[in-house]
DNA sequence: TAATTGACGGGGATAAATCCCCTTTTTTAA
DNA sequence: TTAAAAAAGGGGATTTATCCCCGTCAATTA
């Protein structure tokens, strides 16, 4: 029998064509083509013919690819997850890992490893690239020395990323411009930061101020 | 006789997919499956089997979608270009459309509009959808009133993207303090701005400095 | 209970950034 | 070729930003 696969992505001409690709293998076949993670629930809700396994991309409107995995891993534990992105931010790749996908691919990976890949998660129950498995490790390292911010510290991050000068700032936090003042040397200090530019950049790298 | 096709796209498993969704299409055949412009040029280079149209996509290393673009508009003008991406940047669909692309397709299109539209660039000579001609339009009325940077400007602005004071960007740029100086002050007069955090935020949003 | 820690705030100094007005030199264009 | 415009540079003043050292108060912990 047929290993039953699910397609979903947002870029519908995309899904048609990776849908086709999986088509191509003599042993599998593909049960659901869907735009987002609520077509795929709809999906699995109204059918018997449930999919083996989701090859999922992660950027989607309506309902993401983390949330969707995080729903299934619990919903439906048996159906494996399978990445497939061209999202490469190594702090996307393990949210979707932790969510519960069994691997992540690039979308720039050659058709044969995405059979490997398909036949490795039925089988062995993961399939981990080099690129992934550097990650995974390197986030076990990082995860002591972890630099955590507080909540009010966000607050001033996110208010620096403004035109306001820090007087301003202090009025709009309810605080002394002193104290204001406090939180940028604390944050200078942890980040190793030499001027509120550097202090804008990393806001924007670490994704606590969206541009 | 078939109508020849090329795809150029650096994730290979979507290249890979796309062009087997063309050969679905009975009246084209795929000549060419490319991960980048200097790819297709060698095979223009090479071959005699030559593309009428290239589906394009933007972003790809090496020599990108752009690039491309303009340098077959120029050495190869038969060569039709189809603008393929997920890419929905107003300035980069420009871009591209100024080097010569005939059309700008997004990738959740539906597999019946890309037949429709890689028909009508070989008969017609260009396929605009609604959000492209909508951009095309805004961008004639914006053309008046658009902001212009000039070169030492925008190097300036790129080293203000840094925790360089502008004493240290003088030296980089080989100029006094009091030129950076005026560099900083006509661009916070025409782009109406309090101070460099503006300055930055700017940048990041129009795509001068990339975080 | 005493010591410690963290959040909040202050004084005062220096460096950097911002602003306004001005001169010289080079480029551009009428 | 000459006037105009743009680019480069300067003087000097004010405001912000940055730095360092200090004190208070409350909560936590040894």
Redesign the interface.
Known sequence: MKKKVAVVD?????S???A??VR?FPDFEVVAVCKNGQELINHLKSSLNHPQIVLMDVNMPIMGGIETTTYLSEKYPTIKVLA?S?EENEKIILKMLRAGAKGY???????SI?HNALNDVLSKGFYYTNTVSKILLDSEKNSQNEIVLKGREVEFIKL????M?YREIAEVMFLSPKTVEGYREALFQKLN??????L??YA??NDIFI?
């Open positions: 947002d870029h519908t001409l995309l048609e064509a990776i086709g690709l191509q497939l061209v691919l690039l979308k720039d990976t050659e058709k995405l620096a990323c403004t035109e000068t930061l030499k001027n509120r530019t550097g804008v950049l924007i790298k541009p």
